[in-house]
């Protein structure tokens, strides 16, 4: 800091309100995160009457400040983690998520969503704190599952339900596709899939999104347009029943325990590979080749509920500041709002 003194002039010095060569105090930076935290960024650039750029910089200094006051990295006493990748930037900027699903917080978080980017977390995680590990949640993706697999062998892997349930919604989607490509080249004479009757495009329309939608959420109309399409085509009603079944299934692991969700499951996968729907042939293949995963999440009862929430607070973090030029900042603050470490007023 440049001071003042009456007998050698202006000379540089060490102050115990100030940290070396910074052009604000402690005191200041600690309100400016607390801001950040708690403010959009038209209102903490007003309140403080300084440009975003630099309380990102200021929220970067103060969350290393807590995390050293801390002590450690944050990541000791792991047990049960979910991880997951989100996109916070236009042109396929990601960030990989690391959470506790024990603390239900934010424990680590890097650039980038590939396996140099989770292999990354467990060398800072180190060998010993990694065995410690029992539960991971993820989704079924490679880049995950390849890298847990190869250090934490013992901890049970749990694919995460609702990505389960969207490939039989894929599925719906492909089978809704082909009728619909079935309608427009066949001349209306008729109903049934092969003949169908005038008006079926304009009604598999209207069912797009009850198809995707739980049925009590209908409107009359969608409720209608489903109605008809079971009497008219029969094949997309059982694509659509196929898929609300293993949605089911997941619900009874969450009710009524993992043993009943783990048969109705084998029930699911019987009924998917004689259905004589190739779509929903596949998915039976994919849930077979993830068999382990899925069932260990029916019987443990996890998912990546917990990180798809917070990966939703990390997007409206970056709305409020109308995005980051520098993703250690965004990082940053999404530690100091969504981790074990919070900022606090100085007074």
Excluded at 294 to 321: M, P, V
Aim: hydrophobic content about 45%; charged content about 20%.
């Amino acid at each position: 800091m440049r001071v003042s003194c009456g007998e050698h002039g202006v000379v540089t010095a060490r102050v115990g309100w100030a940290r070396h060569e910074a052009r604000h105090t402690y005191a200041f930076e600690q309100v400016a995160a607390w801001c950040a935290t708690q403010m959009s960024q038209t209102a903490a650039t007003g309140l403080l009457r300084c440009s975003w750029r630099t309380i990102g910089v200021m929220v970067g200094r103060v969350a290393a400040d807590l995390d050293a006051a801390a002590g450690g990295d944050g990541l000791d006493g792991l047990r049960r983690i979910g991880i997951d990748e989100i996109s916070h930037r236009a042109g396929h900027h990601y960030l990989t998520v690391v959470v506790d699903h024990d603390t239900r917080r934010l424990v680590w978080a890097r650039a980038g969503h590939r396996e140099q980017s989770l292999k990354a977390f467990f060398a800072e995680l180190g060998p010993q704190r990694t065995a410690a590990l029992t539960h991971v949640t993820s989704d079924a993706a490679g880049w995950i599952t390849r890298p847990v697999a190869a250090r934490a062998p013992d901890a049970i892997h749990c694919a995460d339900p609702f990505h389960v349930v969207r490939w039989a919604g894929e599925a719906v989607n492909l089978v809704r596709r082909a009728v619909w490509n079935q309608v427009r080249r066949t001349p209306a004479q008729g109903g049934g899939r092969n003949k169908p009757a005038v008006g079926d495009g304009k009604t598999i329309n209207t069912a797009t999104w009850a198809l995707r939608k739980n049925p009590g959420d209908w409107t009359s109309k969608q409720a209608a347009s489903m109605a008809w399409i079971k009497i008219n085509h029969p094949v997309l009603h059982r694509a659509w029943r196929l898929k609300e079944a293993l949605r089911a299934v997941f619900a009874a692991g969450r009710g009524a325990g993992g043993a009943v969700a783990v048969d109705l499951l084998d029930r699911w996968l019987s009924w998917a590979r004689r259905c004589r729907l190739p779509e929903f042939v596949d998915v039976a293949r994919k849930i077979t080749n993830h068999r382990g995963a899925i069932e260990a999440c029916l019987t443990n009862g996890l998912s990546n509920g917990l990180i798809e929430s917070t990966n939703t607070k990390i997007r409206l973090i970056t709305r409020r500041g109308y995005g980051f030029a520098n993703t250690g900042n965004l990082i940053a603050l999404a530690k100091l709002s969504l981790g074990h470490t919070k900022p606090v007023l100085p007074t």
